[in-house]
C-alpha cells in the first residue's frame, strides 16, 4: 500500500537529511507505528506519505514514494485527498469549516463525492467515531478528545485507504486516548485500513500495532519489524518492554495482558516489600479554601480545598475539562477566585503586580513556546535577568541545570526541539526562584529521554523546598515522580492521597508496572529492578 | 431536527427591512422595526457563536446615534427654533461655509439629527440581526462553484479575527507569567509580533490540512471548454465596462447603456458558469428553497412595495418634519411593512 524506495530527504538549508535510507512496505491493512526521539524525521516521514513533504516544505527528495501505486512526486496532496487521510497534532489547528456535520464532509465535497453517498459516509463516521450527538455543535465549543476525534472523522468519512495520524492522543486524557485507538483498532480490523501512527506514549500504542518502524535519528537507516523484535532492541520503550527486558521474560511481552502471564514469579520473586517512598513534606506554602470558579454560567471549581506543602511533588488528574488548568490559573493569580480564597506564602497571587507574583509562583503553561520571545537563547536568558533584576547569569545559571547537557546560546526558541523549549521556559521560571512551581501538561511531545531528565530536574526542585504541582494525563511520569495526587472531577476534588494508594487503585490513572503486578503496588521498572538487583 | 431557513431568505428579508429603514425617517416606523428585528432574533437565534452578533451590531447602532448627536450639537448645522442651550461659537472664515463651530442648539436640530441617526442605526441593526440568523458559512455555501474557492478565502479571514483574539488573551497570559505588566503602554507594546506569529503558524497550518483535504482539485476540462470560460468572463468585464460609460456619459449613444449592461451580465453568467464545470465540488446537505423561503421571500417583496406605496401616498408621514417640531405620524402602510418582517416567525421553527 505505502512503499518508500531508498528515500532520502533533506530540508532546504538544512545541514543533513531529515531521512536517510528509508527502505519500508507497509501492505494494506497493517497498523504501523512509527517511534524515535523527538527530531528524528517521525513528522517528516508521516508528511512524505500524502506529499506534503517536498510539496508543501519544499527540499530535497531523493527515491521513490508511492502509496497505492501513485507517486507522490508526480501527485500533489490535493489529488493523493482520496488515498491518504490525516489528522495532524493539533486538531483546531486544521479544522476549516464551524460546525462538525460540515467538518465531516469537506474533504468529500473536495472530491466530488455524489451527495447521497456524502450523507451515509457522514452518518458511518458519526457512528464510528460516537460523536453523533455532536453533530450540529461549532467545532470550536468541543473539548480537546472530542476535536481529535472529530478530525479522525473528518479524515475517515472520504473512505482513504490510507490513514496518517501524527501524536492522535497527546492532548487526551488516558479514556479519551483509549477511545480513539480502539476507534482506530477497529478501522484497521473490519474495514482493513492502513494506519500509520506517530507516537511518543509507546505504552498506550505499541500493543496494537502490527509493524514498528524505529527511527535512530543521527541520520541512521530505520529499524523496520514486528513489534516484539523491534522493541527488545530500542532505546525508546513503554515500562512494560522494560520490565519484561528486567525480569528476562520471553516472548518479551507488549501488552498488560501479555504480562500478567509471568507476573506471578515476578511478584513471588519481589516479595511483600515495597520500597519505602522518602517523602517528608515540608510546610505549607500554598493554601487554597473553599475555591470556586466560574466561566460564565459554567462553574469550573467548586468547594476546592487543598494545601501545598514544600517539598512535595503534587500531581493534578482527571478527565480534560475537569478543572485542572483553571486550578493551575487560579494558583499563579491569572483567575481571581469567585469565591474562596487562594494565599500563596501568605498572599493572594491575583492580586499582586506581575512583577512580585513571578516570585511567588511560577508556572510553564501547556504550550512553553508562549514564554519565549527572545531572538536567541542568550537574549532570553539576559532579559529574564534584567526584568526580574536579577543578578546577571541568574537564568542561564538555571538553565544549565534543568539541561545539564548545555543548549547554545544563539539557538532562536522556535527552532529548539519540545524538550529543549520546556527547558529554557522552566528555566525563565526558575530564575525568580518562586516557592511554588506549576506545570501543565508538561510531557506533552516530549520522549523517554526528556522525560526522565523533566523528572530528575523536578525532583532535585523538591528536594530544595519548593513545591512542584503538574496537571497530566501523563500516569507513567506521576508513577515516577509525584508525591501525592489529586483527582478532580467535574470541578471538584474526588480523592487527594500519597500517590502510591491513589494510582494503584485506579483502573484509568494506575500505570503499567502497577496494572501488571497488581494487587502488589509496585509502581516503576526503577524500583522493581532495584529490587531485584 | 430543526430545519434553518435558507440563508438567502434570510438575506432577502433583511434587505427588505433595511429598505424599509432607509426610506423614512419617522422614529414610529423605526421604532416597530427595531422592536421587529429584536423579536425574531430573540425567538430564532441559535446557541452558535455568530449569533452574538445582534447584541453587537446593536451596541455599534448606539454608538452611531450618540456619535451623530454630538457632532450635531459641536458642528452640524444651525437651525432656527427654539434653543436649548447655547454653546461659544467660533466665527470661521469664509471658505468654511456651511460649517459652523458652536453656536445656539436648537431641539429642531436635535430631533433632526435623531430622526437621521436613528435612520442608520437600524441598517446596522438589521445586517446584525441577518448575521445573528443566518450563518456566515452557510451564507458562502450558496456561492456558485466557479466563486467557491474566493468564499474559501473569505471564510478564512473571517475567522482571523476571533482567532487573534484567543492568541492575544494567551499572549497576555504569558506576559503576566514573565512577570511583565499587562496594562498600560507597557502592556501593549510588543504585543503584535506574537499575536502576529501565532495567527501566521496558523494560516500555515490551516493550508496545509486544506492542501492534504483536496482543495483545489480540478476536474480535466478540454481547452476548449476552458477557454471559453475566460474568453467570456473577459468580453462580459469589457462589455460591463462600456455599459458603465454608457450609462454615465450622457453624449453617448443610447443603445451602449442598458442593452449594454444586459449582455454584459449574460456573458459574465456565461463565463461563471462555464468555470463552474472545472470545480468538481458537490455539496453536502445543500440548503433547500421550499414554501417557508418563498413565503418569506413574498413577504419581503411585499415589505418593499408597501414603503414604497407609503412614500407615493404621504411622503410627509415617512419624513415628519423637524421644523416647526410635529408630533410624529402613525403611517399605518409603513407599519404594516414593519410587521411584515414577523412573517418568518410563523414559517419556522423554534432552534433548540
Keep these: 500500500m505505502i512503499r518508500f524506495d531508498r528515500v532520502t530527504f533533506t530540508y532546504t538549508g538544512a545541514p543533513a537529511p531529515a531521512l536517510r535510507d528509508v527502505d519500508l512496505v507497509v501492505p494494506e491493512g497493517e497498523l504501523c507505528l512509527v517511534v524515535g526521539r523527538t527530531g528524528s524525521g517521525k513528522s517528516t516521514l508521516l508528511r512524505l506519505i500524502n506529499g506534503l513533504v517536498p510539496h508543501f516544505t519544499g527540499g530535497l527528495l531523493v527515491g521513490r514514494v508511492t502509496v497505492g501505486g501513485r507517486d507522490t512526486q508526480a501527485f500533489a496532496p490535493r489529488d493523493l485527498a482520496d488515498v491518504v487521510g490525516v489528522v495532524g497534532q493539533d486538531p483546531a489547528a486544521t479544522f476549516v469549516t464551524d460546525v462538525v456535520e460540515d467538518e465531516l464532509a469537506y474533504a468529500m465535497e473536495n472530491l466530488g463525492v455524489a451527495p447521497d453517498v456524502m450523507r451515509r459516509r457522514v452518518e458511518d463516521a458519526l457512528d464510528l467515531l460516537a460523536i453523533a450527538d455532536l453533530r450540529t455543535r461549532p467545532l470550536r465549543a468541543l473539548s480537546g478528545g472530542e476535536q481529535q476525534r472529530v478530525a479522525i472523522g473528518a479524515a475517515l468519512a472520504a473512505g482513504p485507504r490510507v490513514l496518517v495520524l501524527d501524536e492522535p492522543t497527546s492532548s487526551l486524557d488516558p479514556a479519551a486516548a483509549d477511545d480513539v485507538l480502539a476507534a482506530l483498532t477497529r478501522l484497521v480490523h473490519d474495514l482493513g485500513v492502513t494506519v500509520v501512527l506517530a507516537e511518543h506514549r509507546l505504552e498506550r500504542v505499541v500493543q496494537y500495532a502490527d509493524r514498528v518502524v524505529q527511527l535512530p535519528g543521527n541520520g541512521a537507516p530505520p529499524v523496520v519489524g514486528a513489534p516484539a523484535d523491534v522493541m527488545a532492541t530500542s532505546p525508546v520503550a513503554p515500562p512494560v518492554v522494560r520490565l519484561g527486558r528486567v525480569a528476562g521474560w520471553t516472548p518479551l511481552p507488549l501488552s498488560i495482558r501479555d504480562a500478567r502471564r509471568h507476573a506471578q514469579p515476578l511478584r513471588d520473586r519481589l516479595g511483600a516489600d515495597l520500597p519505602p517512598r522518602l517523602h517528608v513534606a515540608g510546610d505549607v506554602v500554598a493554601h487554597v479554601h473553599d475555591l470556586e470558579a466560574r466561566y460564565g454560567d459554567v462553574v469550573a471549581l467548586r468547594d476546592v480545598g487543598v494545601d501545598l506543602r514544600r517539598n512535595e511533588v503534587v500531581a493534578v488528574m482527571g478527565r480534560n475539562g475537569a478543572g485542572k488548568s483553571t486550578l493551575l490559573a487560579h494558583l499563579v493569580g491569572l483567575r481571581a477566585p469567585a469565591r474562596g480564597t487562594v494565599v500563596v506564602d501568605g498572599r493572594a497571587p491575583a492580586s499582586l503586580k506581575p512583577r512580585d507574583a513571578v516570585r511567588l509562583v511560577g508556572l510553564v503553561p501547556q504550550d512553553p513556546g508562549l514564554l519565549l520571545y527572545g531572538e536567541s537563547v542568550d537574549d532570553e536568558c539576559t532579559t529574564a535577568d534584567r526584568e526580574g533584576a536579577l543578578p546577571t547569569g541568574t537564568t542561564r545559571a538555571a538553565l544549565d541545570r534543568v539541561l545539564p547537557e548545555g543548549l547554545e546560546g544563539g539557538r532562536h526558541p522556535s527552532d529548539l526541539s519540545e524538550g529543549q523549549r520546556l527547558g529554557l521556559a522552566l528555566a525563565v521560571v526558575l530564575a525568580s526562584a518562586p516557592p511554588l512551581v506549576l506545570l501543565d501538561e508538561p510531557t506533552r511531545g516530549l520522549d523517554y529521554n526528556a522525560k526522565a531528565r523533566l523528572v530528575t530536574v523536578l525532583r532535585a526542585l523538591a528536594g530544595e523546598g519548593h513545591c512542584v504541582v503538574l496537571a497530566t494525563h501523563d500516569v507513567e511520569l506521576v508513577a515516577e515522580l509525584a508525591d501525592r495526587v489529586l483527582v478532580l472531577a467535574d470541578g471538584e476534588i474526588v480523592t487527594d492521597g500519597p500517590a502510591r494508594e491513589v494510582v494503584c487503585h485506579s483502573p484509568v490513572f494506575a500505570p503499567q508496572v502497577a496494572k501488571i503486578l497488581s494487587p502488589s503496588e509496585w509502581l516503576t521498572v526503577a524500583e522493581v529492578e532495584a529490587a531485584l538487583a | ?352
Excluded at chain 2, 458642528?75 to 436649548?84: A, D, E, K, W
Excluded at chain 2, 509580533?193 to 492542501?211: C, F, K, N
Design chain 2, 1 to 352: 431536527m430543526v430545519r434553518a431557513l435558507h440563508p438567502a431568505a434570510w438575506w432577502l428579508w433583511a434587505v427588505a427591512m433595511a429598505t424599509v429603514a432607509m426610506r423614512t425617517t419617522n422614529p414610529v416606523v423605526l421604532a416597530a422595526l427595531v422592536a421587529v428585528l429584536a423579536y425574531v432574533v430573540a425567538a430564532r437565534r441559535t446557541s452558535a457563536p455568530w449569533a452574538r452578533s445582534f447584541g453587537a451590531f446593536v451596541r455599534l447602532a448606539l454608538v452611531v446615534l450618540a456619535a451623530r448627536l454630538v457632532l450635531q450639537v459641536v458642528v452640524g448645522q444651525r437651525l432656527p427654533g427654539h434653543t436649548v442651550f447655547d454653546l461659544p461659537s467660533v466665527d470661521l472664515p469664509a471658505w468654511a461655509a456651511g460649517v459652523s463651530l458652536g453656536g445656539p442648539v436648537t431641539v429642531e436640530a436635535i430631533a433632526a439629527a435623531l430622526y437621521d441617526g436613528l435612520r442608520l442605526a437600524v441598517v446596522l441593526a438589521t445586517f446584525g440581526a441577518v448575521n445573528s440568523l443566518a450563518a456566515p458559512h452557510r451564507v458562502l455555501r450558496c456561492l456558485p462553484g466557479a466563486l467557491y474557492e474566493a468564499g474559501v478565502a473569505v471564510t478564512v479571514a473571517v475567522s482571523f479575527a476571533p482567532e487573534a483574539v484567543t492568541t492575544l488573551a494567551r499572549v497576555r497570559e504569558a506576559r503576566r507569567l514573565r512577570g511583565r505588566p499587562t496594562r498600560g503602554i507597557a502592556g501593549v507594546r510588543g504585543l503584535g509580533l506574537p499575536v502576529l506569529e501565532g495567527a501566521l503558524q496558523r494560516s500555515v497550518d490551516l493550508a496545509a490540512s486544506m492542501d492534504a483535504r483536496g482543495y483545489g482539485r480540478r476536474a480535466t476540462v478540454t481547452t476548449g471548454e476552458a477557454r471559453t470560460a475566460t474568453a467570456a468572463t473577459v468580453a462580459g468585464m469589457l462589455a460591463l465596462f462600456l455599459a458603465s460609460y454608457g450609462l454615465l456619459d450622457s453624449a453617448s449613444p443610447g443603445a451602449l447603456g442598458l442593452p449594454m449592461l444586459a449582455l454584459a451580465v449574460a456573458l459574465l453568467a456565461g463565463g461563471l458558469v462555464a468555470g463552474g464545470r472545472r470545480a468538481i465540488r458537490s455539496r453536502y446537505r445543500p440548503d433547500r428553497w421550499l414554501a417557508s423561503e418563498w413565503a418569506v421571500a413574498a413577504a419581503a417583496v411585499t415589505a418593499v412595495a408597501c414603503i414604497a406605496v407609503a412614500g407615493r401616498v404621504d411622503p410627509a408621514a415617512l419624513r415628519p418634519s423637524t421644523n416647526p417640531l410635529v408630533w410624529p405620524p402613525v403611517p399605518l402602510l409603513a407599519i404594516a411593512a414593519a410587521a411584515l418582517g414577523l412573517v418568518p416567525l410563523a414559517v419556522t421553527d423554534t432552534p433548540r
